[in-house]
């Protein structure tokens, strides 16, 4: 193990949330059309097609044994598995401005929330604090460069995206760097 590893090994103190990935099919398909939104609108960060996930729960930076205790305690109880379809785009905006582009859910928004509600109710118990806003499934596609937001973009076709079945729920460490946000993969909890 290098330094580096070592280093990362040893640190406490992680960012870290929960999702449902996106399997490879699914993740292929929008790779290109994440390629085509990237040159039709600059004025957005569009996602990397590796961290492509649905948010359950994004924690913060918290003790790396907090989020492992949480994932502990989902585990075995975190509910069954979820009918995933992806629908149509939308934008989180302030005013006029997009600031987060998005893909919401045609199926598996009410199970998605009630798994989102399990995470939350963990987090509590252990005196993470609450989550601001309610939950709304989606799949986050960009995000503003500008912290005002940026006008909404007229995107190119969406791709027709199979349903899939979501029967794992993962705790991502994110690493921040300089070209973006690296999502690691520490922890699967089975749904089912």
Known sequence: MGERALEEADQVTIRAFFGIPVPDPQRELLGGFLARCATAAPEFRWSVTENLHLTVRFVGTVDRA????????LDGTAG???QVALGEAGAFKRSR???????????GAEDLSALAARVEAECRAVGVAPEARAFQPHLTLARARSRD?????????????APWQADELILYWSHLKKDG????????IALG
């Not at 907090?66 to 305690?73: F, H, L, M, P, Q």
């Not at 401005?97 to 199926?107: D, E, Y």
Request: net charge positive; charged share 25%.
């Open 66 to 73: 907090v989020v492992e205790g949480i994932a502990d305690r």
């Open 80 to 82: 069954r598995a979820i």
């Open 97 to 107: 401005l997009a600031r987060v582009v998005w893909l919401g859910l045609k199926s």
């Open 149 to 161: 937001g940026a006008r909404q973009p007229d995107l190119p076709a969406i791709p027709t995206l």
């Open 181 to 188: 946000a690296v999502h690691e993969p520490i922890r699967r």
